[in-house]
């Protein structure tokens, strides 16, 4: 049976790929780089898992895809600094390839699709890299060597056999190419509207099919299922997260140790954190809400606590502001809504000098995104410094906002209990803390509102897509009831659990 898509594909063109090689060289010629330098970068390499013959998915180096937009691994890529002009090295496969894994190509198909100057197509790879280069008479390459902030990995730096013969600059390349990356051009925009639509989609999606009864891990296939099906998004752009009821408070909940392997029982409040990625441009949502569709008074309450320091965040949002300000002051509403509520009493200046919005919300307000769900560029060497007081310190960016960034604003209220009971335990927070009524929560789980937006001139545009008002969410959920369909509840077989 042939089955009709609703969405047709984003062409990408590679001119996008283009223009961030043009925005580089400019940016490296404004250095005053030395002449005839060449900017070398090496792609991802396909790996086999262990010790096995099995294919990990390839996934291409980021850096590499932001410069070439190319999806084949173990490629080698240069750009003449002065020119622009881009050439790729492609290895030449054996013959044996073509009978297990298709078509071998000549190197004009390459130049063609990755729209470059000219393609190396050769036996080895490594050594015709050298020959090339000193052909051009290249002076300094400028490879890739630099920390990153996110993660603490340091890149891989490309390297090849005899690049000891020639002047090798590793430290300018990172922080330029890096800053590149932060600023988006409307290229790269558009393809980010793309994955958040076809992602928010899914999340409707989702929405409208979950029941009580399913496992964990059924909502997270439907999501996978569906940005594949209907976005060409064979890549997620992180472990989904698929959490319900309690492990709503575990904030990268749904990995190998917690698989997303619970059953959702009717009441739990579902936190799905989950985004697609289409040319390795991610998105990032987080939609929370009663796996029956019906939010109750306790649910209604934090999760409009949390929806409100989100909205306050947008409308503050613009270039000039620090994303340490933004922070701050969804900390702000958060308390004046836990007080409000009656988890909270007393004054919300002296809750925020001891950082008591730490222990309900203790992950930063948001991040970077691009090429990466947690994209380069948020310490940046003559930056702002991280923060140290708790909550700051896991701000992945203390940055000044400026147009072109794209970031997530994901505020959440967690009801963690080991932070809970540490805060209990502690008496400049535990004064504040009204502890009958927070026992009232102590299976709640949590709840996080993510949406992925783009600095403006003046503000900022909304790149997510989902329902965020209870009503809204309440409306879409009754009306995949209404429609309710067996085919499509999920619990295809019985669950049997071992």
């Keep these: 049976m042939r089955i009709a898509l609703d969405t047709i594909l984003f062409p990408v063109s590679m001119s996008l790929f283009a223009n961030n090689r043009k925005r580089l060289c400019d940016k490296l010629k404004a250095k005053k780089v030395p002449e005839n330098s060449i900017v070398l970068l090496q792609g991802g390499q396909q790996t086999q898992q262990d010790s096995t013959d099995r294919d990990i998915t390839f996934r291409q180096e980021s850096y590499f895809q932001w410069c070439f937009g190319v999806t084949e691994p173990d490629c080698f890529g240069t750009i003449e600094v002065a020119s622009g002009k881009a050439v790729l090295f492609i290895p030449k496969l054996p013959k044996e390839y073509q009978v297990w894994m298709g078509e071998i190509y000549p190197p004009s198909h390459f130049q063609a699709k990755y729209a470059v100057d000219d393609v190396k197509f050769v036996q080895d790879v490594i050594s015709q890299i050298s ?29 090849f056999d005899g690049i000891s013969s020639f002047t090798v600059n590793n430290e300018l390349l990172h922080p330029v190419i890096s800053e590149c990356r932060v600023i988006k051009t409307e290229q790269e925009l558009q393809v980010m509207r793309y994955v958040n639509r076809v992602s928010s989609d899914a999340h409707k999606e989702l929405m409208r099919r979950i029941r009580p009864g399913w496992m964990e891990y059924q909502a997270e296939s439907l999501f996978k299922h569906h940005v594949y099906t209907h976005g060409g998004c064979r890549h997620v752009a992180y472990t989904c997260i698929g959490a319900t009821g309690d492990h709503c408070a575990i904030l990268h909940y749904g990995h190998a140790g917690a698989p997303n392997d619970r059953l959702i029982a009717d009441g739990d409040m579902c936190l799905f954190d989950m985004g697609g990625e289409y040319y390795c441009y991610a998105s990032d949502i987080t939609c929370s809400y009663p796996v029956n569709g019906k939010f109750t008074d306790d649910q209604k309450a934090i999760y409009n606590a949390v929806l409100k320091s989100n909205r306050a965040v947008q409308k503050a949002l613009k270039p000039g502001v620090s994303w340490v300000d933004m922070h701050l002051l969804a900390d702000r509403v958060q308390l004046e809504e836990l007080v409000k509520i009656g988890i909270l009493h007393g004054d919300v200046d002296e809750m925020m000098a001891v950082r008591l919005g730490a222990v309900f919300m203790p992950h930063g307000l948001g991040h ?36 072109g960034m794209v970031l997530t604003i994901e505020p959440g209220i967690y009801f963690n209990w080991p932070m809970i009971e540490q805060a209990l335990n502690n008496p400049e927070m535990s004064r504040f803390i009204n502890a009958d009524v927070i026992q009232r929560f102590r299976n709640f789980g949590g709840v996080r509102i993510e949406d992925d937006v783009a600095v403006t001139s003046d503000g900022m545009e909304m790149l997510t897509c989902v329902p965020r008002d209870v009503d809204e969410i309440e409306r879409l959920m009754a009306e995949g009831r209404a429609n309710d369909n067996p085919v499509l509840r999920g619990n295809l077989l019985p669950i049997v659990k071992a």
């Design 368 to 403: 970077f995104m691009g090429h990466d769900v947690h994209d380069v560029g948020g310490y940046p060497v003559d930056g702002p410094e991280r923060r140290t007081e708790p909550g700051l310190r896991s701000l992945r960016t203390a940055r000044t906002m400026e147009e």
């Design 131 to 159: 020959e090339e280069l000193k052909r051009i008479n290249a002076g300094v390459l400028l490879t890739l060597n630099g920390l990153n902030t996110d993660s603490g990995h340091t890149t891989r730096e490309a390297a």
